[in-house]
């Protein structure tokens, strides 16, 4: 079997977007019931919200996708990473008019977001999730088409308000996309269609992993308020991030979701802080371990490890009762009978890369008029069954889903300035609350 484990082929994703259209991609699939609604002639106005690695990435991906996108507004709570994107953005797109932004389309701070959101056609949202909710709810109210990172939220009162967005966002006809992106990816979609037509079986056990090295710290700086430290370090506070259970795992537990076609009814597991406990770590744990059961009694093994030093893993594996399968993000598929024995091998090291195809599909649906990308519910769905996961190893206990959506489990306050006070804070030695199993409890 070819290692074609951790290695996206960038080259040959640039290679090939350059070849193919989006609307082309978009209209040989277009399924027979989508609905028909206005379609965009000229120019689709598009607004960055949360303007970091990802947003910058995102809203480069929307420009490829569509020639006609221009970049209309941008927000983010700090004005040095507006100006980060926009000396990307030059130095990838010179002198472009489809990157028409000044200073009266900028908004800095916590309420921006309003006024980027109603100068476009299309909004981009890839601030830290806590934030996410509130931003897309705006969205949707302002009869806006969305892309979204993962995760949609941070807590279950999130995952409410993501849910009923959704809903009106499904009788607006708004198009959404989350960025779950495997189910944008070739490999995926092929194994999901095999899976889906019996050649393993009925699925009844998985391991799926998201073991890495773990990820960067910014170190605090004088003049920081409290909060304006913990939105820098975002990823270590549980009310912005979700712990990287939620903010990472979250692919890999969405394939579960998928290729079972189900979310788990219950979840146990344990977790802690390992080697990554010092004050600049914030609240996360190190790893966690997890296993999902679903309602046909499907037992899904989840791990999540941010170790240096240890082994990496990124991908998923099923067993099924007449065989199994194995898949990763690096564009490989494996599915085998019960012997071992190969029934199909993808090897697509040449394929379109998945980020750039959520982007491709999302605009030439707008462009032409068509309703057919609904992922809120997914996104929520794979969102809740991370926040699921975090409670069981925050807790210890055995959470299920019916009383983890019966909670009431709210982390992310209303916030106008870096002066408001931050949800959690630290003690005099600057240490912050961490998770106690056995203590931390959910009930």
């Not at 028909?36 to 303007?51: M, N, P, R, Y």
């Not at 056990?205 to 773990?214: D, E």
């Not at 010092?278 to 679903?294: A, L, M, N, R, S």
């Not at 069981?392 to 019916?402: L, N, R």
Request: aromatic share 8%; proline share 4%; net charge positive.
């Amino acid at each position: 079997m070819k290692n074609k484990k951790e290695k996206i082929n960038r080259r040959g994703f640039i290679e090939q977007s350059a070849k193919i259209t989006a609307a082309g991609i978009m209209l040989s699939r277009l399924p027979a019931k989508s609905k028909k609604l206005f379609s965009i002639e000229g120019e689709i106005k598009v607004a960055l919200i949360g303007c970091g690695g990802r947003g910058t990435g995102a809203v480069s991906q929307a420009l490829e996708a569509d020639q006609d996108v221009r970049i209309v507004a941008m927000a983010d709570a700090f004005r040095d990473r507006v100006d980060e994107c926009l000396e990307s953005l030059s130095e990838k797109y010179p002198n472009s008019e489809r990157i028409n932004i000044n200073d009266d389309v900028i908004f800095i701070g916590f309420d921006g977001y309003k006024e980027a959101i109603d100068l476009a056609d299309v909004v981009i949202l890839t601030t830290p999730p806590a934030f996410r909710p509130l931003h897309f709810e705006y969205a949707i109210s302002k009869n806006k088409h969305v892309f979204m990172e993962k995760p949609v939220a941070t807590d279950v009162a999130g995952i409410k308000k993501v849910l009923k967005a959704g809903k009106e966002a499904n009788r607006k006809k708004l198009n959404v996309v989350v960025g779950l992106q495997r189910h944008y990816q070739k490999s995926y979609k092929i194994i999901k269609d095999r899976i889906d037509r019996g050649r393993i079986g009925k699925i009844i056990s998985g391991q799926v992993y998201w073991n890495s090295g773990g990820v960067w710290v910014k170190p605090r700086e004088n003049g920081q308020t409290e909060l304006e430290y913990q939105m820098r370090n975002w990823y270590y506070f549980n009310w912005l991030c979700g712990d990287h259970i939620v903010e990472q795992h979250i692919h890999n537990i969405d394939v579960a979701n998928w290729f079972i076609g189900a979310t788990p009814v219950s979840a146990q597991g344990m977790g802690g802080r390992e080697v990554r406990k010092g004050k600049d770590h914030g609240q996360i744990f190190d790893h966690h371990f997890v296993e999902f059961t679903y309602p046909e009694g499907q037992v899904i093994a989840s791990q999540c490890r941010h170790q240096k030093g240890c082994m990496n893993r990124v991908e998923e594996v099923f067993q099924g009762t007449k065989g199994n399968v194995t898949v990763n993000s690096s564009n490989y598929g494996l599915m085998q009978n019960k012997r071992n024995k190969t029934i199909y091998e993808h090897d697509g090291e040449n394929d379109i890369n998945p980020y750039q195809q959520e982007h491709n599909e999302l605009f030439a649906a707008i462009r032409s008029g068509e309703y057919i990308l609904d992922d809120t519910k997914k996104g929520a769905e794979a969102t809740m069954s991370a926040i699921l996961g975090r409670m069981a190893t925050y807790s210890g206990h055995v959470i299920t889903w019916g009383e983890a959506m019966e909670m009431n489990h709210a982390l992310v306050p209303e916030l106008h300035s870096f002066n408001d006070k931050a949800p959690v804070m630290p003690n005099k030695k600057g240490e912050y609350p961490i998770p106690i199993p056995g203590i931390t409890n959910y009930r």
